[in-house]
């Protein structure tokens, strides 16, 4: 199967090809620059959320070191542009956010998408973690939806019917998402600090990527993104900055079994 970016990486990267995925070690801002316009269906962006802190484990970890609007707008919004332009004319980007900037996303992505690019703010709700005195536990993050153009990839996702009446049935999911957080004991775990459940990007890539089309993750991390891509058929091409995420990344990977390995 060809890779799916149709160029080279910058010539600092480090980059791996497996079948129907690649790698790179790398900024996030200099590898989208030395893609191809138009080249993947769906984006999934889960960048540091501006907490200012740092992630550590004993599998690696990262910096979130922005620590003001200014300073996180300045890192994300040229990524923004480029993910515009990678992508197909059908293609879109889902931007995985929380409560400290994600309306301040909604705007920036407005300005390169346009209005009309906007799909949804989907809530995912995860349940884990504790409460505070002070306000409503914070228990969700945001995913914003934006299309390149009307004509957008979108399958509505099947979840199980919660009301007497439907009992045992599927419906449509709405744009809240009730997946659990990885549990410290999840077999899928695998160390990486802000590793994101599987469930969720299945549900996500299976909804807005074709099948056989080509998904981007400018930050992956432990490389969930990919490993939910291929376990559904799907291609895919991630960054990282962080050599200790792409060894994490490598080793999920060259253990998933491609659907399309068998067609080549
Ligand atoms: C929130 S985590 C992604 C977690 C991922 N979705 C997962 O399931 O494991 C953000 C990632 O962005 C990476 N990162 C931070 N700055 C970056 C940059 N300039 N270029 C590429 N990756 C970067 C970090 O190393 C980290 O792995």
Known sequence: MPTP???????????????????????????????????????YLDPPFGTGRTFASAAGGFDDRCSSAAEFGALIRPWIRQIHRVLAAHGSILLHADWRHSHRLRLWLEEVFGEAGFVNHLVWSYGLGGSSPRRFARKHDDILYFAKGPDYHFIPPRVP????????????ATDVLSIPAINNMAHERCGWPTQKPLALLRMLI??????????????????????AA???????????????????ALTRLTAVESPLSAVG
Do not use: H, N, Q, Y
């Open 5 to 43: 970016a149709t160029s080279t990486a910058p010539r600092d990267a480090r980059r791996i090809d497996g079948p129907g995925w690649s790698v790179v070690e790398g900024d996030a801002g200099s590898v989208l620059a030395s893609l191809a316009d138009g080249s993947f269906d769906l984006c």
């Open 161 to 172: 019917a919660s009301s007497a009446r439907m009992k045992g049935m599927l419906k449509k």
């Open 206 to 227: 299976e909804a807005c990527c074709p099948p056989g089309g080509r998904v981007l993750d400018p930050c992956m991390g432990s490389g969930t993104t990919l490993v």
């Open 230 to 248: 291929i376990e559904t058929g799907r291609r895919a091409f991630g960054v990282d900055a962080s050599p200790a995420a792409l060894e994490i």
